[in-house]
């Protein structure tokens, strides 16, 4: 690997990882993959690929995904993402006012992605999908409104706080096909955001892989098909 590139490492699959590809890719930015496996092993699964190394990478708070820019080293997803958007100076805050409502959005982001993504890994996740989407529209509705202020999360300025939420929107849209067809303006927002120049080549690419979304163990979006 060329140690002068970025470096991600992360499961090999979507998850938290793929925001942080999509803005390296809409970036322009050449960067190199660490992708880690994990396998069923008995009743359980084996990560040992990742914890064998995980306390000899030299970071602060070890975990996936994790990110290497020189001697920066930073884990943890929306720290990566922030990071980028600092180095390459787009697609974070230009002001107090816009970092609000990052933040903001960051956390309602957060909430709404890790609402699904749980109940994807919960056992019970077939008796839980019709309760998930009774409370949907709602949620996405509140977006709507948002987004009803310039296309974007915050406005009229793409950054990287879209890129979290446009990923889970696709997983979300991908589990329950049509499920965003009454929601005009986050379907338009995701279409826009997946037809921006390099993330529609990115999406085209090899590099792009829709599935896995979740973990092997995962009730849904575990396997490299629907």
């Not at 390459?88 to 993504?117: H, M, P, Y």
């Not at 202020?149 to 997983?171: M, N, P, Q, R």
């Not at 049509?178 to 929601?183: A, E």
């Not at 090899?206 to 163990?217: L, S, T, V």
Request: aromatic share 14%; hydrophobic share 40%.
């Amino acid at each position: 690997l060329n140690m002068s590139k970025i470096l991600l490492g992360y499961w090999d699959l979507r998850g938290l990882g793929e925001p942080i590809r999509v803005m390296l890719e809409h970036l322009g930015v050449e960067y190199d993959e660490k992708k880690f496996g994990h396998y069923k092993s008995g009743d359980g699964w084996d990560r040992s690929e990742w914890r064998s190394v995980k306390f000899t990478l030299g970071f602060d708070y070890p975990n996936l995904p994790y990110l290497t820019d020189g001697d920066v080293k930073v884990s943890e997803s929306w720290a990566i993402m922030k990071y980028l958007a600092r180095k390459f100076k787009v697609l974070g805050a230009a002001n107090e006012e816009e970092q609000i409502k990052c933040d903001v959005a960051e956390g309602v982001v957060q909430d709404f992605r890790s609402n699904f993504t749980s109940m994807c890994y919960n056992p019970e996740f077939d008796s839980l999908k019709a309760n998930y989407l009774s409370e949907l529209p709602a949620k996405l509705t509140l977006f709507e409104k948002n987004l009803a202020h310039g296309g974007w999360l915050i406005g009229s300025k793409l950054t990287y706080v879209d890129f979290a939420l446009c990923e889970i929107l696709d997983h979300i849209r991908l589990c329950f096909p049509g499920c965003l067809d009454k929601h005009e303006v986050v379907l338009k927002y995701l279409t826009n955001f997946e037809s921006l120049e390099k993330i529609a080549a990115y999406r085209k690419s090899g590099r792009f892989q829709e599935f896995p979304i979740n973990g092997k163990m995962a009730m849904w979006g575990g396997e490299s098909r629907k």
